[in-house]
């Protein structure tokens, strides 16, 4: 099977630069009426979802980083003995994170 490659647009898939409901302006023409028609036709209606998911993300980025009280706890944990690793829970957590990265 072949395909022809030819070097023109098809007159369909032609560009057309410069017009506004069927007018051409020029160059140094005043376009911000025809521009803000458009824009005034657009509109955007977020659901009840898309605003909370919004809100969260606002949330979350004002929050820091790191909890600094969870992260004294485990120094102070560390510190004077007392901190308990459990090595049953971190080798569930890594073969969890081993599944879910081979798919």
Not at 52 to 64: F, I, M, N, R, V
């Amino acid at each position: 099977m072949t395909q022809k490659i030819e070097g023109s647009l098809p007159a369909a898939a032609t560009l057309r630069t410069g017009t506004v409901a069927g007018k051409i302006s020029s160059a140094g023409a005043d376009r911000s009426g025809a521009a803000s028609a458009i824009e005034a036709s657009d509109s955007l209606r977020l659901t009840g979802e898309a605003t909370g998911l919004q809100t969260l993300q606002k949330e979350l980025s004002s929050a820091p980083a790191i909890d600094q009280g969870r992260v004294q706890a485990v120094r102070d944990a560390l510190q004077n003995g007392s901190y308990q690793i459990n090595p049953d829970a971190i080798a569930s957590r890594m073969i969890d994170m081993d599944q879910q990265l081979a798919g």
